[in-house]
Each structure stands twice: as C-alpha cells, then as structure tokens.
C-alpha cells in the first residue's frame, strides 16, 4: 500500500486530487483504494463490470487526476481522458519517494476520502461524497461489530471468518445503525 501510495505522490497527485480505481476484484483493488487514502487523496471506484457508458459518466463528471488500471486504457478511454497508470508503474514510480512524504498526507475528518455514485435510477448517476470521519466511524462499527465478536469465537486454530459480500463501491457509511 505505501509503495502504491509513493507512486502516486511521484505522479502528481496531490492531496484532495480524486483517483479513479478501476481494477478487477483482486487484491490490487483493496491495496489501491487504502493506497489513494495513504496518499490524501480521494478514491472514485469505478466497477468494470459496469456498461460503458455508466464509466464514461463517472469518469467525466468525477474528473480524477489519474486512474488506476490497466482494463480502461485498453478500453479506450485514450488522451482525452485523464492519466491512467497501471500498478507496477506506479510501483516503480514510487521507489525514490520517502516514507516521510506520507506522514504528511494524513486527511482531517471533513476531508474527502471517497466518491460514489447512485444508480442512476432518476436518470444521470449523482455523486456521494463521504469524508474520513464516516469512513472511520464504518470502521469503529465493523469492528465493534463484525470483527471483535469474531476473535472472541476463534476457532481452535486461531482462524476468523468474515465474510465481505459489499463492491468497493457500495457505501454503508450512511447507514443509521453505525451512528
């Protein structure tokens, strides 16, 4: 995750800046999304298996400085569309960067850390934005909650099981019960 999020710093990417990531349902997607957050940043999550067209949108409306992944360079989303960087060049890019650089990057709670978008059902998708207070409050919950329980029950080898069936772009933050 740090060296994903160096990379980013090598790029440009600034504090507040949004990152499209748009991976397959890999460990990629996980350790991008935490790397775009390390950075200050904002992470837009762009599924690839939505239809084209809902791409374009959230691409255009959401104006990330980069996106990362490799399927939407391929997809022809070409020169006109923002930067797309795949991970092992980001990976590369990070290489010369601090640790330090990242210790500066740390977000406030009103800060962004990501935007999703509706379903669309009203017409044109809307974008949501949730800062790293909600983001941490989810958090604080799952863990309260999910995870915590969980330990407490471990198997006799130490195993924990914990089933995550939410996309990365699916939002709970919202969600009554967390608050």
Do not use: C
């Not at 084209?52 to 996106?67: C, M, N, Y």
């Not at 978008?117 to 309260?144: D, E, F, I, M």
């Amino acid at each position: 995750v740090q060296a994903l999020a160096k990379g980013l710093l090598a790029s440009g990417v600034e504090p507040g800046d949004r990152v499209a990531v748009a991976l397959p349902r890999t460990a990629d997607v996980v350790a991008a999304a935490l790397a775009v957050l390390a950075a200050g940043a904002v992470y837009i999550p762009v599924d690839l298996s939505y239809p084209e067209e809902r791409i374009r949108i959230i691409l255009e409306d959401g104006a990330p400085a980069v996106v990362i992944s490799g399927a939407l360079a391929a997809g022809g989303h070409g020169p006109e569309g923002p930067r797309t960087l795949d991970v092992d060049t980001l990976l590369a890019a990070g290489a010369g960067i601090a640790d330090a650089a990242l210790a500066q990057r740390r977000p406030a709670a009103g800060d962004l850390a990501y935007v999703l978008y509706t379903s669309g059902s009203t017409g044109r998708p809307k974008w949501v934005a949730v800062p790293h207070g909600a983001l941490a409050n989810l958090y604080r919950h799952h863990h309260r909650t999910l995870y915590a329980p969980r330990f407490e029950a471990a198997g006799a080898d130490g195993t924990v099981s914990v089933a995550h069936i939410a996309g990365l772009g699916f939002d709970a933050a919202w969600d009554p019960m967390l608050w």
